[in-house]
């Protein structure tokens, strides 16, 4: 595991994508053949599944070092990170124990179905066995949770490297049906199992916020300009008469949205269709809010259903009886596509993603405008030359998006964050105002640079009123504008409605805290929206 | 009447007139250690061990108004027996023991209990009172034996040449800086910043002996810094300067970096977790060689710490004072900062 845990430390210690895929590349050429597809799963996010609870991981480790119980809470709260506070915490090892990766992986899978007192006495006589970094590398592994800095595209463009293989390939291989414990590393970049397995799907094409005016991309005839929808991007598989529906975060979501199941019989085999997931109703798109009823739920109830029915609109096609058509130009793909929607005999649940006609760039700024009056959150435009591109690449497909709403808020918590930062209160509450009363509407945290951090923290140290555990609550006076994307009603928050993707976009020194948005203002807002 | 009052200028000792590290001008001001955040420019009078003189001259230009004492040697202020025993933070630091009618209190300032080879080794003073810092008052923080420490430092070093990188160390100019010039094996020359190099002069005309460094100037080649070692101040750390050298490599020597979420707060290629403070079992064993009935607990995580004192028997309170700000000491070191370039 020394090697992994060198590994993961070089990954930690560099905030640059070429030292990270160096030091990938040269740890798949050096590591243990067998470990490596572990590391593979364990990047992309395939879990084992979990054979202790955390629970039992944090009355061990607190058992273990004597410490009470607020004291370990206040360690993790600096730390942010459980695995890493245990490591931290534990008394050091009384002596060094070194088995490859794929070892310590199959010992820990072997605990399903031991007694409590079994997994204890092998979680402590390993914890015992392991310095600090190792300890931590050990947590993770039972947790199966490495969030560690890599995207899926860096980890393939090292493998594609190191393997001398088409990135494309490994992405189709690494995203596909396979178990660490059953494949080898040549197998895996090989693609051995991608030909026989029906349901792999395509790596997503993404794009990237526009960053010029669009006049400058030229003649608009080039450009296939549509909707760009805010729901769950999803790819549709058909092969060999099975379905198979892909969220992008690469999991599987077919039996979480059964109106689309007709597609099986209804879909030939060997097609490929990318799209948006979203909550539709007559025809219309409903808000994310109405859709996220829908999302990661083990069963699904007839209410569920019937308030936020599934609807999919289709963007591209990317298999065409069983040929991969990606480096098809869209024009192409896409009337293949009508084609494939046009034959199918049920209507209206997977449908087109309407393209928009407009005779010049004004005229399509204009369209935006009324972007959310449809819950759309602006446009896409996407060069008709353009091939179906993995993952994302500038130039071919843009993201115009509207802006975000605003609202002006006053800060009035505060709470310090992790490691270094546990000296600086970063963590922010933000309330508009409610006729005398002050209302929480967002939290947030990122948006403010080192500096101005720094001038939030000694305004805090000064003005601090109580203290609720990490919490202080502050005088009233600072004025932030706090930037979002959606609002919607909610019954969990006290101001009976939620910000969608709340963050600080800039500190307004020039107002005073009477000069803020009212609850009012918001609850107008969602009435526009709705 | 106790021995010391916290007031909002300082640590105030009334029997005997004078104030510990204070944080507004006073008459009388006795200080532990040279860092910005306990030694003020503006006291009518000062008193410090021997070594820590130089830096105040150097850092402030003072020179008539200090007054010296070594370690272990006692004199008497109004009645006051005041005597300085080794903090073991940086080179000079004290800690500062006050008798009076039998009472004891010692303030330690900022205190480490590992020797570091170069700051005279802590020393534990019994007393009734102990003042102590709680900079890394979590059980999260355990550092490494210095020694593994440096030798990862060299490693790193001996990486980035064979990478032709240019090592760039982030350390505080008083204190870390001497500790890794004293304490780094690596043969290759090392290049200081004008804030470490003044004080490096300041200690060895005071007769500390120190490695030899060079003093950064543009006149250094890029190849030759490349080929060497770079200490520069946290001031510095993100500078345009340290941009322009031959593909540098910024490691960072804090205590902070024993920590995943220190380092990525950071903009650095590495975290070297090297500290001058005492870490958790650091402070608990300090405190309980004092034998002291009552701990007053000064910055850092002062009330998780004063609370476990508490629960383990050791009567604890926290106090509020101005140390332990970080900016003091980076904000002298920054004065300098345009020397380099231009």
């Known amino acids: ?530 | 009447m106790a021995l010391i009052q916290f007031t909002n200028k300082g640590i105030y000792c009334k029997q005997g007139d004078f104030y510990i590290d204070p944080w507004r001008p006073v008459d009388k001001a006795v200080i532990t250690h040279g860092h910005a955040d306990h030694a003020k420019w503006g006291n009518n009078s000062y008193l410090c061990h021997t070594l820590t003189k130089p830096i105040l001259e150097e850092r402030y230009g003072l020179y008539d108004n200090v007054e010296t004492l070594p370690y272990n040697e006692q004199i008497d202020i109004n009645g006051v027996k005041l005597s300085m025993f080794p903090a073991g933070h940086v080179i000079g630091s004290a800690q500062i023991r006050l008798e009076y009618k039998g009472e004891i209190v010692v303030v330690s300032g900022d205190y480490k209990t590992e020797y570091d080879g170069i700051s005279t080794a802590f020393e534990p003073v019994k007393c009734h009172t102990f003042v102590s810092e709680s900079t890394f008052g979590l059980p999260i923080y355990k550092w490494q034996p210095q020694q593994l420490i440096f030798d990862s430092i060299d490693s790193w070093i001996a990486d980035n040449h064979a990478k032709n990188k240019t090592s760039v160390l982030v350390a505080y100019s008083l204190g870390k800086a001497q500790r890794l010039i004293h304490n780094l094996k690596a043969d290759y020359p090392i290049y200081v910043h004008r804030t470490i190099a003044a004080l490096n002069a300041a200690f060895q005309s005071a007769g500390v002996e120190l490695p030899a460094t060079v003093q950064i100037n543009p006149d250094i080649k890029k190849e030759e810094l490349q080929k060497g070692i770079v200490i520069v101040p946290p001031a510095l750390a993100d500078s345009k300067w340290i941009k322009s050298l031959t593909n540098p490599a910024t490691g960072i020597c804090s205590g902070w970096m024993a920590v995943r979420a220190g380092r990525r707060w950071r903009s650095a290629d590495a975290g070297f977790a090297l500290s001058d403070h005492a870490d958790w079992p650091g402070l608990l064993d300090a405190i309980k060689a004092t034998d002291a009935e009552k701990v007053m607990v000064t910055h850092g995580s002062t009330a998780i710490f004063s609370r476990y004192l508490n629960e383990i028997g050791i009567e604890a309170e926290e106090v509020k004072t101005q140390y332990g700000d970080e900016e003091a000491e980076e904000s002298i070191e920054k004065v300098e900062e345009t020397q380099i370039t231009k």
Not at chain 1, 63 to 69: G, I, R, S
């Open chain 1, 1 to 530: 595991m020394k090697r992994f845990a060198q590994l993961i430390q070089e990954l930690e210690l560099s905030n640059k994508t070429n030292d990270k895929i160096a030091a990938l590349v040269t740890y798949f050429s050096e590591a243990e053949d067998r470990d490596k597809p572990y590391v593979i799963a364990m990047f992309t996010g395939k879990r084992p599944k979990r054979p202790i609870t955390t629970t039992f991981i944090k009355q061990w480790a607190i058992e273990l070092t004597d410490l009470p119980e607020w004291l370990f809470t206040e360690s993790y709260h600096s730390v942010g990170d459980l695995s890493e506070t245990i490591a931290l915490v534990l008394p050091p090892a009384t002596h060094t124990v070194e088995k490859p990766l794929h070892q310590w992986i199959g010992e820990l899978a072997q605990l399903h179905g031991k007694t409590d007192e079994e997994k204890k006495d092998y979680i402590l006589t390993s914890w015992d066995s392991l310095a600090t970094q190792e300890r931590f590398i050990f947590n993770k592994l039972i947790s199966g949770n490495f969030r560690i800095g890599v995207s899926n595209k860096m980890l393939v463009n090292a493998i594609a490297k190191q393997s001398e293989q088409e990135a494309n390939k490994i992405m189709h291989s690494i995203m596909g049906k396979w178990q660490p414990n059953e494949i080898t590393y040549e197998e895996l970049t090989a693609g051995a199992h991608v030909n026989t397995d029906n349901s792999w799907p395509y790596p997503f094409c993404l794009a990237y916020a526009i960053d010029t005016e669009p006049e400058n991309l030229g003649d608009t005839t080039a450009w296939q300009a549509e909707w760009k929808w805010d729901g769950i991007r999803g790819q549709i598989v058909k092969r060999n008469g099975e379905l198979f529906i892909w969220s992008r975060g690469e999991e599987l979501v077919t039996d979480q949205f059964p109106e689309l199941h007709f597609l099986k019989d209804e879909l030939p085999d060997g097609t490929v269709l990318d799209g948006e997931i979203l909550a539709v109703k007559d025809g219309n798109v409903l808000s994310f809010s109405t859709l996220q009823q829908r999302l990661n739920r083990k069963t699904i109830n007839k209410s569920q259903l019937e308030n936020a029915p599934i609807g999919f609109f289709t963007y591209d096609l990317l298999e065409l009886k069983g040929t991969d058509v990606r480096t098809e130009p869209l024009s192409k793909r896409r009337q293949w596509l009508e084609e494939i929607i046009e034959n199918l005999t049920t209507k209206d649940i997977a449908i087109l993603s309407p393209v928009i006609e407009y005779k010049d760039w004004q005229e399509l700024a204009a369209i935006r405008e009324t972007a959310r009056e449809i819950n759309s959150e602006g446009i896409m435009l996407k060069n008709v030359n353009s091939i179906f591109h993995a993952g994302r690449k500038r130039g071919d497909w843009w993201k115009w998006k509207i802006n975000p709403y605003t609202v002006d808020t006053v800060m009035i918590y505060a709470q310090k964050g992790s490691g270094r930062r546990a000296n600086f209160y970063t963590d922010y509450t933000f309330a508009v105002r409610d006729g005398e009363k002050l209302i929480t509407i967002a939290k947030a945290y990122s948006g403010l640079t080192d500096k101005e951090i720094k001038e939030v923290n000694s305004f805090v140290n000064k003005n601090a009123i109580e203290k609720f555990g990490p919490v202080r609550t502050v005088k009233p006076e600072l004025v932030f504008e706090i930037a979002f994307e959606g609002i919607a009603e909610s019954k969990r928050h006290k101001a009976g409605l939620a910000l969608r993707f709340p963050r600080i976009s800039r500190w307004r020194k020039d107002k005073k805290a009477d000069e803020i948005n009212t609850l009012d203002d918001l609850r107008a807002l969602i009435s526009v929206v709705e």
